[in-house]
C-alpha cells in the first residue's frame, strides 16, 4: 500500500540561487535547511525536508548541461505542494514576488478542481512551474 510521496528532485541551473529561493518562498512554512546526499554522479543533493516526520522531502541538485524545460515535453508538468491554509497560500505568493519569482496565477479558489481548492502557480528560477495550495479535500 502506499502510504505518501517519499522525495521528489529537482536539477537547477544555479544550485545556490534555487536553494535561496525555497528558503524563502517555503522556509517559513517548516521546510528543514537541506540534508545532504551524495548522488549517482558524485554530486551533493541538497533534501528539502517537510515538517511532519515521514511526510516527504524534495532534493534540489546542480545541473550539468543547459536545458530548458518545456511545460508540455514529455517529463514534469508541475509540483504542487500542500498546505494548511488560505493564509499560507497568500504568504507563499507574496514570498515569490519579495523574491522576484514569476508569478502565473495568484491565489484564488479553483472549482473546476473543488469548490474550496485554493491556489497560486508560479516559476521557480528554473522555470519549474509550482502549485501552492490549500484546501479542505487533501485529494488533490
Known amino acids: 500500500m502506499l502510504v505518501g510521496w517519499g522525495h521528489l528532485d ?5 544550485l545556490e540561487r534555487s536553494l535561496a529561493f525555497y528558503a524563502h ?18 554530486e551533493r ?25 518545456e511545460l508540455y515535453a514529455p517529463g514534469l508538468h508541475h509540483v504542487a505542494f500542500a498546505v494548511e491554509s488560505h493564509e499560507d497560500v497568500d504568504g507563499v505568493h507574496a514570498r515569490v ?13 479553483w472549482p473546476e478542481y473543488h469548490p474550496a481548492y485554493y ?19 487533501s485529494r488533490l
Not at 543533493?45 to 536545458?67: K, M, N
Open 97 to 109: 514576488l519579495e523574491a522576484g519569482g514569476e508569478v502565473l496565477h495568484a491565489p484564488r479558489f
Open 25 to 42: 518562498v517555503l522556509g517559513p512554512l517548516g521546510l528543514s535547511e537541506p540534508f545532504l546526499v551524495e548522488g549517482e554522479r558524485g
Open 119 to 137: 491556489a497560486t502557480f508560479f516559476l521557480d528560477p528554473d522555470g519549474f512551474r509550482i502549485e501552492v495550495a490549500g484546501s479542505r479535500d
Open 45 to 69: 543533493i541538497h533534501y528539502l525536508r517537510f515538517p511532519t516526520p515521514g511526510s516527504g522531502s524534495f532534493g534540489l541538485r546542480q545541473a550539468l548541461d543547459e536545458q530548458g524545460f
Open 10 to 14: 529537482l536539477v537547477c541551473r544555479d
